[in-house]
């Protein structure tokens, strides 16, 4: 693989003052990682927690897996029956339509102005009370393709009103703790510097986690180490009602070729994760830098090479295995 450093400078992701670390691994090498820059006055290290903000979601599609597989939840079920405060206008909204972005759910800007807060202050509570004061949704669920960070927010609490357990706990309890991964979710630690300071809300992000961790996390879900129905789960691509299909599937975005990606960004963070369960090739790039299409492209990029690597390795393994001379 290229340099790391290599990389990130070209693509501009190490100017003065940012922060990152990046973490990945192939089945040769296993797990590698690269730091640079300093937060909350300390030097950045494989174990320093970032805040991952849309990355939060594939934890999130993790926990409805987990779920769906206990025979606990039904994706075709209206959300409403999860969550009754819900308007009447939302009685077809089912929580495959919350997973896939199909909702139809009103976006950001309508619920911020309906509950009379900044973004920065927002919390779960407070979009669920604003969905309940707006007159109806965007659009017809079902129909069309919108990414919602409303709709993971709603389908978060769907899932504390589903198992009693509050989100943070349920991660930790059912994802974090097993997979020994430190960090969660939440406000993030002390000492995080307060331009910085991520939303409330949790579920559309809320997720704190070194890039050791994170690379461990994807690393785990290649492996099926939750289970290989859930690993399984998570990589298929959702459809629109009238069956034609979606690249997004639960909580990451699905490639043609096998690829599974997600990116997360608030100012003064931005995060991104590639892996390719085939390969079991995995990156987690984590920075302070507002510069999302930078960390995308140099990630995805990254990945590639440990792609072509991992698959040229393999090549010559099998080319190196002698048939055994005919009788």
Do not use: I
Request: proline content about 8%; some cysteine; aromatic content about 4%.
């Amino acid at each position: 693989m290229t340099g790391p450093e290599e990389a990130l400078r070209a693509a501009g992701l190490l100017s003065a003052g940012t922060a990152v670390a990046l973490a990945w691994s192939t089945p040769a090498t296993g797990p590698r990682t690269w730091c640079s820059g300093r937060l909350a006055g300390r030097p950045v290290d494989p174990a320093t927690p970032f805040y991952v903000a849309s990355v939060t979601k594939q934890l999130v599609g993790v926990l409805a897996a987990q779920q769906v597989g206990a025979g606990r939840l039904d994706p075709d079920v209206p959300v409403r029956s999860l969550l009754p405060r819900l308007p009447a206008w939302a009685a077809d909204v089912g929580v495959r339509h919350l997973l896939h972005h199909t909702s139809g759910l009103p976006g950001t800007d309508r619920v911020l102005m309906a509950a009379g807060v900044g973004e920065a202050e927002l919390t779960n509570a407070d979009v669920l009370d604003a969905l309940a004061a707006l007159d109806g949704p965007e659009a017809p669920p079902g129909r069309a393709f919108a990414y919602s960070n409303v709709g993971y927010v709603v389908l978060a609490e769907a899932l504390v009103a589903l198992t009693a357990t509050e989100l943070p706990v349920l991660a930790r309890r059912q994802v974090l703790a097993p997979l020994g991964l430190a960090g969660g979710l939440g406000p993030g630690p002390a000492g995080t510097p307060s331009g910085r300071r991520p939303p409330r809300t949790l579920g559309d992000g809320g997720w704190w986690t070194g890039a050791a961790d994170l690379l461990r996390w994807l690393e785990a879900l290649d492996a099926g180490r939750l289970g290989a129905d859930v690993s399984a789960r998570v990589r298929t691509p959702g459809r629109l009602d009238d069956g034609r299909p979606l690249t997004y599937g639960w909580g990451v975005t699905v490639h043609a070729d096998g690829t599974l990606t997600h990116g997360g960004s608030w100012p003064g963070w931005t995060a991104k994760t590639v892996r390719h369960p085939a390969t079991r090739t995995a990156l987690a790039l984590l920075t302070t830098s507002d510069d999302a299409d930078a960390v995308s492209r140099v990630a995805l990029a990254l990945h590639a090479q440990l792609v072509a690597g991992a698959s040229s390795q393999a090549s010559s393994r099998s080319s190196s295995v002698r048939r055994p001379d005919a009788p």
